[in-house]
Each structure stands twice: as structure tokens, then as C-alpha cells.
């Protein structure tokens, strides 16, 4: 008798089409065994309440409380039938701290009957601020009666609640009875650790740790079974992984190596510097897989301005002297102009291949993109597949079914978490045998997310800056607070235009987007989540009119032609405009070694890591670079705690550390586009470093052994499981 439809049961089937239908669509849930893997996110005790002092802003919390005081205003309202309104404000309290839940309308009178004070509830809703203080509006709750059995504590697990990841529609209790319900069924969960493994390390099996992390009766059930399920996670994740790396190092490739005087010498010899320690090192790395006859696979992480592209360029050259070609694949139609730039500037006359004036062993480097006119197009479809260009440059354009290669012998990808693996392994294919393959990065990944998200690629890490870059100051502007240091701001930058060097001033959206009616219905919250992010088409005309006035003014964001985005782009460089006011298409590759301000607006709605990012455009030429990060958040709010990191430290490396432990891991894996079904669950990529790397080693050695995995079913059916569509784009996304 087959046991496994057990978990693979609909929920629908079992929970009712409504439930159902919520979880489907709102936490991504369809099976009993995607319910039973829904973890809690902690457990609240009995008698020891939630800190209601810690609660996180913006975030769906459930607290356990008792009401201390309710009271219900009346107000004059339009809106209200007999131009009355009324608003019921609720004070919660658990000792730790107090919070306020406030109702309005018609949704007063069940919760003034019920919430009286000295009542205790579970209350489930979003945070936010309201006249500076913490609040939740129109709260879901349910009443903790201890005289009613079916809806006391108890039913919740005893001594132990446990509070589950919620959604506006689906509280935590909700999901909690759901759990109760399939809870059976967790006997038949296939185990997918080998026993050996699982003994040798004294894990709980599968169905028991399942069972103790939803109804758990001590603390130290929770710990057993969050080590098992741990383990779970790090394990079927690197057995996927190291089967990639396994049956990528069966490929075959040509080996690639650069002859003595070749066009790399020529264009060594060309070079104005000297390379940095941390370049020749990550150099040999490459050039000695480029040599091996099986495909490289390396990822390059390197701080925004570390000379990536430079080591990139010689691997590709080295690959051109030995009679291959070299691609760049580019996220955006900006970058790969840049870089196609760059790169000719860099190489001068040995980009002029087949013209007069080109050095002896020069290439020809042609630029391929989706919005070229046809003849260009056509032009370099034939360059390349007669193999009269050495190397191209391109977006994804390049990897559409028209466009051949002579002899395609290496990928740089650029910004990786921007391609998925159908695209990586669609331009693999252009090779006669798959070509080797470099992925660049410039957000530091800390060592575990590399193990994680990269497993199949070995890493190389360039952390020192060419000599000559300068450093860059950056400084919160608090401008709620102090409104004055927003206007000192702008003073700054015309300080630094008027000792000749041009600024960036970036917003979080463009200006010109539909207002979206459902979007701008106002709720109770604070008065900075009320107004949109600020815009760039708003703030451009502000400044040009105000208090830049006088000052060249042009903006570029992702809607406008290429044709105009490059015009603009081509302007700034050159010297032609004082301030750009821009949307993140500057985040990656934008080099104007003259830019030496960057104004970021609303800073507190981007993330760390894109902060880090962005501050990397200016300081790249020999003056210091100076990066104010203007937020409207008050100064308690975690918002403006990420943005003093920020502040305080240009290490990379140190900020996405900052960066994982803020936000859920999930986002950093890049799934956040992936549905929340495959988010690591309880495995934490900083804190569980060993586990990870005990995991990696095991995964090879059994992969090694057996790599169909033929002795073990569970494992395989957890990998199926894991390698979903979905999931196989967010191994590769990263």
C-alpha cells in the first residue's frame, strides 16, 4: 500500500474550499504536507505574555494581552449616518508594555461588548504608528475564556501556543485549528534523511519532530524537533546542489588557454596600473579553471568597485587568444551600453578587430541588445557567428534562438540574482560543448548564502579596493525631524557642482504611474506610510524650480527609450549635467568617476544591500564621495536603525550580515518572488553555519556514492518536492 498521498492530499479536499483557497493563494500552501510544514513562527507561554515593547513595525503580529482600559469616542463625520462617527480605542497591556488597538464604523460594537478591561485575547493585526505611537487598527482577535474548553488555552497546545507566520486574512489561530486537523497524518511522512546520518547525529524521526514543533509540550520538544527539521532543510537543499556540481563535472569542455604574446599581454601591457593583490589571485583561480576540460563555474563576488569587471575582461580575452569567444550577459539595457564602453575604452585600439588602426591582435567587441535597429543587429549576428568578434556584450537578447556563435567559449554573467538558470543554460547551449561559465556579483553574499544559494558554483572574493578610490561619507538626514538638515543637504550638493563634480539624486519610483484607487484608500496608519514614495518626475521639478535652480537638472528612470536613457547617460558622464535624478537603473555598473554626491530620498524604502549599491556610484574617481540617505521615519523606528548601519560602515560584507539578520531570510534567498512555499522555514543561514557545512560535506559524499540517490526514496521524493519549478529558478536566482 502506497502511504505517500497521505500528505499529498488537497487541502481543499480537507479543510474546506474557503480556508483553502486563502492558504493557496495567501501563503502559499496546497497539500496537508505543505500545511504540516508551515512551522510556527514562536510559541507564547501561559501566564508569560508577548513583549509588547519588541513588537516589530509593519509587520502581521498575533499577541496574547490583557485589556486594561476601552473606551469609545464620538466624532462629528461627514461620512457617518447622522453625521456621527465613532472609534473605540482599546489599551492592551502585558506587563512589558502597552499597545493600542483602535476600531471605527461599524466595527465598533462586537469588540466594545467583548473587550472589557481585565478580558484576555489573542489579538492578531499589522503594526503601525499613529501619532508616533504603536498601534494595531481593526485587529482580528479571540477571547481566552477559561471557563469555555473549546475556546480556552488549552486547546492551543497546553502550556504552549504556538503563534504561526498569518496573513490579514488568515489569523494565526485559524491556521492553528487547520493544523490540528492533519495533523494525524504526519505518520506517513516519508523520512528523507539516510538512517545512518540520522542516528550518527541523534535527529528525531520526521513524523515525531512534525509533531513536536506543532504541539509541543516542553521547550525542549521544540528544540528537538527545529534541530531536525534544521538539518531537513541544509541537507535536501546541498543533495541538490551538490548533485548540480556533480553533473556539471561529468560536462565536457575545451580546455582554454591564453598563448604567451597574445591580445591578454597586448592589453596587460596596456593597463595604466598595476592589478591589486586580491585581482591576480582571483585571476589565477579563473585561468586555472578556464585550463581544465570541464566547464568553470565560479561565482566572483566583489565590493561595488573592486575591478570586477577588469578581472572578468582578462578571463575573456584569455579565452579569445585561445580561439574561443566570450560572451557578457547584462541585466539591463544601461549596464550592457557601459559595459560595452568601458570595456572598448579599456581595450582601445585592440577592440578594432578587422578596421584600420587596430592593433595586431585585436578582436572586434560588438553590443547586442534588444532595442538596436535592425541593420546593427544583423551586423553583429553575423560578427559572431563567423567568429569575427572575439567578445560581445548583451542582454538576455543575446540568448533568443536566432543568435549563434562561432565557438562560444565563456559566460560572464553580470548581477546574477537577476538570471534565472532557463536563461543561464539557454546561452550554455550556444557553446559546441558548454562553455565555461563566470557569474559576477557585487552584493556580498556572507560565506553560508554563498554554500546556499551559489552551492553549485565555486566562489572567489576580490575585498580590497584599487588603490586611488577614495572613501565615501555617509550621513542619515532626519528630514521630519530636522527639517533644517534637508536644506543643508541641498546646499551640499550645490557645493560640490560648484567645485566642479556632478551628483545623484535618487527616488523609489518614477511619477508617472496610474494611481491605483485601492492603493490610495487611507487607513489609520502613520502619516509617512499616507503619502506615496517620493518620485522622481515630483522631485526633479521641485529641485530645478527650488533649490537647485540654476543647476542642470535631467532625470532617467527605466520607462524612458534606451535611446533617450543613453543620451542622458552619455550627458552625465560627460560633464554636460550637475544632477541626475534617477530611479535604482543606477544601482549596477554606472561609472562617472566625476559623481561625487548622492542624495537618496525616502532611503528607508530600500533595502541595505541596495543602499550599499547605490552609495558605490559615487567616490570612484579621486575626490571623496559624500552619500545622505533623507528618511521621514522617527528615530526608534527600525527603518532608521537600518539606515544608521548603513552610515556607519562601507564594509559589504559586514552590512548584508546586518541585512540577513534584519530581514527574514527568505527575501535575502531572493524567493521573495518565489512564493512563500519555498522559503527556508527554520534553517537560519547565519546563525546555522556549521549545520550547512556539515550538511554541504555530507551531501557530497553521498552524492559521490550514489548520485540517484537508488537506496534512498524519501530523500528523492523531498527533492522532487524541493526542485518544483519554482524552486528550481530560486536555487539558480539566488
Known amino acids: 500500500m502506497d502511504l505517500v498521498p497521505a500528505l499529498e492530499e488537497p487541502l481543499k479536499k480537507v479543510l474546506g474550499p474557503a480556508t483553502a483557497k486563502v492558504m493557496a493563494e495567501h501563503l502559499g500552501l496546497h497539500t496537508v504536507g505543505d500545511l504540516l510544514h508551515h512551522y510556527p513562527r514562536r510559541y507564547e507561554e501561559r501566564g508569560q505574555l508577548t513583549h509588547l515593547a519588541d513588537l516589530p513595525m509593519d509587520e502581521h503580529v498575533t499577541v496574547v494581552a490583557m485589556v486594561a482600559d476601552a473606551r469609545l469616542h464620538t466624532f462629528a463625520s461627514s461620512k457617518a449616518p447622522r453625521g456621527k462617527g465613532q472609534r473605540l480605542e482599546v489599551t492592551i497591556t502585558d506587563g512589558s508594555g502597552r499597545l493600542q488597538l483602535v476600531f471605527f464604523g461599524n466595527g465598533v460594537h462586537k469588540p466594545h461588548k467583548e473587550l472589557l478591561p481585565g478580558t484576555r485575547a489573542m489579538f492578531a493585526g499589522k503594526v503601525s504608528v499613529f501619532n508616533r505611537r504603536l498601534q494595531l487598527a481593526h485587529p482580528a482577535y479571540e477571547l481566552l475564556r477559561g471557563d469555555d474548553p473549546a475556546e480556552s488555552v488549552e486547546t492551543w497546545a497546553g502550556t504552549l501556543i504556538p503563534l504561526y507566520p498569518a496573513t490579514a486574512k488568515l489569523e494565526s489561530w ?57 538539518w531537513d532543510e541544509a541537507f535536501v537543499l546541498q543533495v541538490a546542489l551538490a548533485r548540480r556540481r556533480h553533473t556539471d563535472a561529468l560536462l565536457p569542455a575545451v580546455a582554454r588557454r591564453p598563448s604567451p604574446d597574445g591580445l591578454l599581454t597586448a592589453f596587460d601591457d596596456r593597463l595604466p596600473f598595476t592589478l591589486t593583490d586580491g585581482q591576480q589571485k582571483v585571476s589565477k583561480e579563473i585561468f586555472d579553471d578556464l585550463a581544465t576540460e570541464h566547464p568553470m563555474h565560479r561565482l566572483l563576488q566583489g565590493e561595488v568597485g573592486s575591478g570586477k569587471t577588469l578581472v572578468a575582461l582578462r578571463a575573456m580575452l584569455a579565452v579569445v587568444d585561445a ?22 575604452e579599456m581595450m582601445g585600439e585592440l577592440a578594432e578587430g578587422g578596421m584600420l588602426g587596430g592593433a595586431e591582435h585585436a578582436t572586434k567587441v560588438v553590443l547586442l541588445t534588444g532595442s538596436m535597429g535592425t541593420a546593427a543587429r544583423r551586423q553583429a549576428m553575423l560578427d559572431l557567428v563567423t567568429g569575427d568578434a572575439g567578445l560581445v556584450i548583451g542582454t538576455h537578447a543575446l540568448i533568443e534562438d536566432k543568435v549563434q556563435f562561432h565557438d562560444l567559449g565563456l559566460v560572464v554573467v553580470d548581477e546574477q540574482h537577476r538570471f534565472g538558470v532557463e536563461q543561464r543554460d539557454a546561452l550554455r547551449g550556444k557553446g559546441k560543448q558548454p562553455p565555461h561559465l563566470l557569474v559576477m556579483t557585487a552584493t556580498p553574499i556572507p560565506r553560508t548564502v554563498a554554500m546556499t544559494v551559489f552551492g553549485d558554483l565555486e566562489t572567489s572574493v576580490l575585498d580590497q579596493l584599487p588603490a586611488g578610490r577614495s572613501p565615501i561619507a555617509t550621513h542619515v538626514v532626519p528630514a521630519a525631524d530636522k527639517p533644517h538638515f534637508l536644506a543643508r543637504a541641498w546646499e551640499r550638493v550645490r557645493e560640490e557642482v560648484g567645485n566642479g563634480h556632478q551628483a545623484y539624486v535618487v527616488c523609489p519610483r518614477i511619477g508617472d504611474e496610474e494611481d491605483d484607487p485601492k492603493k490610495a484608500r487611507k487607513t489609520a496608519e502613520d502619516e509617512a506610510e499616507k503619502r506615496p514614495p517620493l518620485a522622481v518626475l515630483d522631485i526633479a521639478d521641485h529641485l530645478a524650480k527650488g533649490p537647485l535652480n540654476g543647476l542642470r537638472v535631467e532625470v532617467l528612470h527605466g520607462r524612458m527609450h534606451p535611446d533617450d536613457k543613453d543620451a542622458v547617460m552619455r550627458r552625465f558622464a560627460a560633464g554636460d549635467t550637475d544632477v541626475l535624478v534617477a530611479t535604482t537603473v543606477i544601482e549596477v555598473g554606472v561609472n562617472v568617476p566625476n559623481a561625487t554626491a548622492m542624495v537618496i530620498m525616502d532611503a528607508d524604502r530600500f533595502g541595505v544591500s541596495q543602499l550599499h549599491q547605490l552609495r558605490g556610484r559615487v567616490g570612484r574617481g579621486s575626490a571623496a564621495g559624500l552619500c545622505l540617505l533623507v528618511t521621514e521615519m522617527p528615530e526608534a523606528s527600525p527603518a532608521r536603525q537600518r539606515l544608521t548601519a548603513v552610515a556607519s560602515t562601507l564594509d559589504g560584507f559586514e552590512l548584508s550580515r546586518i541585512d540577513l539578520e534584519q530581514r527574514r531570510e527568505g527575501d535575502v534567498l531572493g524567493q521573495a518572488q518565489s512564493g512563500a512555499r519555498s522559503s527556508l522555514r527554520v534553517l537560519a543561514v547565519i546563525e546555522d553555519e556549521e549545520i550547512i557545512a556539515e550538511a554541504r560535506e555530507e551531501a557530497t559524499t553521498l552524492v559521490a556514492r550514489d548520485p540517484e540517490l537508488d537506496d534512498l526514496p524519501g530523500l528523492r521524493t523531498a527533492l522532487d518536492a524541493l526542485l518544483d519549478e519554482e524552486r528550481e529558478q530560486y536555487l539558480e536566482k539566488g
Not at 538512517?195 to 528537538?224: F, Y
Not at 569567444?325 to 550592457?336: D, Y
Open 174 to 230: 485559524k491556521i492553528g485549528k487547520a493544523i490540528q486537523t492533519v495533523l494525524p497524518s504526519v505518520q506517513e511522512a516519508l523520512d528523507p534523511l539516510p538512517p545512518a546520518l540520522r542516528e550518527g547525529r541523534g535527529l528525531v524521526s520526521l513524523p515525531e519532530a512534525l509533531l513536536k514543533i506543532h504541539r509541543p509540550h516542553t521547550k525542549a520538544d521544540i528544540e528537538d524537533a527545529r534541530a531536525r527539521l534544521k
Open 323 to 344: 580561439g574561443g569567444q566570450a560572451a557578457m550577459l547584462a541585466p539591463t539595457e544601461v549596464l550592457a551600453q557601459q559595459h560595452h564602453r568601458s570595456i572598448t
